[in-house]
């Protein structure tokens, strides 16, 4: 069955400091991955995708995400986080079992970010 | 301008009434989703729906109901039989199926008091 995993419910970082946030997933053939980041009591907003091609996926907000096969992973950079980044980031997996298209979640990371 | 629109923002229910949940989109999207979200489960599939007159279930459909009557429109009715209504409700929609992108709405928050 797919499945994502995000191994930090909770990560501190430093204004300015860099930001991994780290995403593995379960999945039989090639998977569609995505980022979102969600604020405190809204709806999910798409910071990046993978399909196809290139491993190295650029975002919006200066987020980047790289896709290793190998390891199952979706990792979420940042080479400088800003305060306003303070949030909680889903890593989610496109299903394509029967036709269906639904996206599978992990559980969410929340970046707290230090003064 | 396009988009998904939630309604309510905050919603209040008493224990056995069934309360209903708007979700309108107008970016001609054929699939539309809804999600369940508690504190640190993730966003959990409620049902979905790929075209007019047709949905399925996902992974916590019980005690929940849809309707998918028109393309724009995929309200969710949360009935007395959800034994643990009380979360943060999300719905999304996509242009078609096979993961592209989805885009959500601002969200529901439901209250049993």
């Known amino acids: 069955a797919q499945s994502v995993t995000q191994p930090d419910i909770h990560i501190t970082v430093s204004e300015g400091a860099s930001l991994e946030l780290r995403c593995n997933y379960s999945?039989?053939?090639?998977?569609?991955l995505f980022w979102y980041v969600q604020s405190p009591g809204q709806g999910l907003q798409l910071l990046l995708k993978?399909?196809?091609?290139?491993?190295l996926v650029q975002g919006i907000k200066g987020f980047e995400a790289e896709f290793k096969r190998s390891q199952s992973s979706f990792n979420l950079r940042k080479p400088s986080v800003h305060w306003s980044d303070a949030a909680e980031y889903f890593c989610?997996?496109?299903?394509?079992?029967?036709?269906?298209?639904?996206?599978?979640f992990g559980q969410g990371t929340t970046l707290q970010v230090k003064p | 301008d396009g988009g998904i629109t939630q309604s309510p923002k905050y919603l209040f229910r008493k224990e056995g009434q069934n309360v209903t949940l708007s979700c309108e989109q107008n970016?001609?999207?054929?699939?539309m989703y809804w999600y369940r979200q508690d504190p640190g489960q993730g966003l959990r599939l409620i049902y979905y729906?790929?075209?007019?007159?047709?949905?399925q279930k996902g992974d916590i459909a019980e005690g929940y109901s849809v309707s998918r009557e028109k393309k724009e429109s995929f309200p969710l009715t949360v009935t007395s039989a959800q034994k643990n209504p009380t979360a943060f409700y999300l719905c999304?929609?996509?242009?078609?199926?096979?993961?592209?992108?989805?885009?959500f709405g601002q969200g529901t928050r439901l209250t049993v008091v």
């Open positions: 993978y399909f196809s091609g290139d491993t």
């Open positions: 970016l001609n999207h054929d699939a």
């Open positions: 989610a997996v496109g299903a394509h079992s029967s036709n269906t298209g639904k996206l599978i």
């Open positions: 999304a929609s996509e242009i078609g199926t096979g993961g592209t992108e989805a885009f």
């Open positions: 729906s790929q075209i007019v007159n047709d949905f």
């Open positions: 999945y039989g053939a090639t998977p569609y």
